[in-house]
């Protein structure tokens, strides 16, 4: 494949509530829509809840075998960072970067930033990298507002310089799939 030919997809599915999580018929939808873009890497942002990371992991395996979920450690309503990644390609190499939570509505999920390299074609050494983030919620209280632009600017900051730092060591690395 070339890499001019490579389809991306990115989705914020926003599954914040058991309700919708555990909907089969919303579940089903979801990967009815994801398989009819026809896309070889897919990126799913907002799936805080296991029983829907579940579902869609066990749907799309058989079209997408490469795939990354749970990842970001636990907070105070979610184990993870509420992004999945899927691929037609290897998963060679990838990173979670957590952002520090300095404001309390910010606890509730582990936000950070994922970056995920995918092997194109071995033999002509051809990888592609992908970052995804959830940045902080705009649902804080009105106290925290003023921290919010502030702490949205330096997630906004953080993911530039881990992008750079992480696209720059995998250039410079002899061996790029190496740990």
């Not at 450690?73 to 899927?86: A, P, R, V």
């Not at 051809?126 to 919620?137: E, G, K, N, Y």
Request: glycine fraction near 4%; charge should be positive.
């Amino acid at each position: 494949m070339e890499p001019q030919n490579l389809r991306l997809m990115n989705w914020n599915l926003n599954l914040h509530t058991p309700i919708f999580s555990s909907d089969h018929s919303v579940v089903q939808m979801i990967v009815m829509k994801i398989l009819e873009v026809k896309a070889d890497i897919i990126c799913l942002q907002g799936v805080f809840w296991g029983n829907a990371r579940l579902k869609i992991s066990r749907s799309l395996k058989k079209f997408y075998p490469f795939s990354l979920s749970d990842l970001g450690g636990s907070s105070l309503f979610s184990k993870d960072s509420g992004i999945m990644f899927f691929g037609r390609f290897p998963i060679k190499k990838y990173v979670f970067r957590p952002f520090p939570a300095p404001i309390f509505s910010e606890n509730f999920r582990q936000k950070g930033l994922l970056i995920v390299s995918f092997e194109l074609a071995q033999a002509e050494n051809c990888w592609v990298h992908v970052a995804s983030t959830s940045l902080a919620t705009t649902m804080a209280s009105l106290w925290e507002e003023s921290v919010l632009r502030e702490y949205k600017l330096q997630q906004l900051e953080n993911c530039s310089r881990w992008i750079r730092e992480w696209t720059a060591n995998f250039r410079t690395a002899q061996n790029p799939y190496s740990a």
